[in-house]
């Protein structure tokens, strides 16, 4: 089932994360992160693919899922900590510039990386994962979106691993419905690992970024400036238009803050595009990111 595929633990500043690795070690890198409720595994199609091709494919486990480490505190999963852990496995597997590609929370962190470091990243390919400022923009004056994020209110409550995990995580299940069985058995482990569903939804708790809720006015407390959030790297936005929790909204105005983009809108797929339409996620992002060495 993972042909190819080693596993490696490396430390990130004192966090250990396990990173799934295929491909020659001396390549150049094609860093994948995921989100949530997911863990490496959500790659494996597309590492093998680029890793085929000639690409050193690393998806690690983000910290707090599946068998990287998990620390207790929502604060440590600020997202400065989740920038260094990717500039750490960046510099640990790329002897120089990298191509970062992120979904969801992952993407949010490969964003931050972006916009903060784009001398570290050959290319930016984003998968279903706004803008920070397009997504503050939007859950601060879009009341669709706000309607469509109230679940991140949910997950940052105290309650919300009982609520998750009841009847077999019978909830987070039904966002996988339509894919493979064996995925969702493979999800159903990941999830059962003692703290990873806690350390899941410490991203939620530690975010300023969702909704407003009674006594907390959520984004719109942050005042953004759009030129703060350039994206000074050369970027692919792939999204999936049936997509409930992320609208359309949020392609809305992208070109002002990543002026160099090309968009790629998939009007039959959702959120899970990565396993709905791989042949077309591997190839887009293979135009795009060219041949190593190109």
Not at 33 to 39: A, I, N, Q, T, V
Not at 70 to 95: N, Q, R, T
Not at 144 to 158: C, D, G, I, T, V
Not at 233 to 239: G, K
């Amino acid at each position: 089932m993972n042909p190819g595929i080693r596993h490696e633990w490396r430390d990130c500043g004192g966090v250990k994360l396990h990173c799934a690795v295929v491909g020659d070690a001396a390549s150049p890198l094609l860093l994948f992160l995921h989100g949530f409720p997911e863990f490496w595994g959500a790659w494996r199609r597309p590492m093998q693919h680029f890793a085929a091709r000639g690409w050193l494919a690393v998806a690690p486990d983000l910290r707090g899922y599946n068998l990287s480490d998990k620390p207790a505190s929502a604060d440590a999963y600020k997202a400065k900590h989740l920038i260094a852990d990717v500039l750490a496995l960046g510099a640990h597997y790329a002897g120089g510039k990298f191509v970062l590609v992120g979904h969801d929370w992952g993407g949010a962190v490969a964003w931050n990386v972006a916009i903060g470091h784009p001398g570290r990243l050959e290319r930016l390919v984003m998968i279903n994962s706004p803008h920070p400022y397009i997504f503050w923009r939007e859950l601060s004056n879009s009341a669709a979106q706000q309607k469509a994020s109230e679940y991140m209110n949910l997950f940052r409550l105290p309650k919300a691993e009982r609520v998750l995990s009841e009847n077999g995580y019978a909830r987070l299940l039904t966002a996988f419905g339509h894919l493979e069985e064996g995925w969702q058995r493979e999800l159903l482990e990941a999830w059962s690992r003692p703290g990873a569903l806690t350390g899941g939804l410490n991203y939620y708790r530690a975010s300023p970024m969702h909704p407003a809720a009674l006594g907390d006015a959520g984004a719109k407390k942050l005042q953004l400036k759009p030129e703060d959030f350039t994206v000074r790297v050369p970027t692919l936005v792939i999204w999936g238009e049936r997509d409930t929790a992320l609208l359309t909204g949020c392609l809305d105005g992208l070109e002002q803050v990543v002026p160099d983009l090309k968009l790629l809108r998939v009007p039959d797929a959702s959120h899970w595009i990565v396993h709905e339409k791989p042949d077309l996620v591997c190839s887009g992002i293979e135009r795009f990111a060219g041949s190593p060495g190109v």
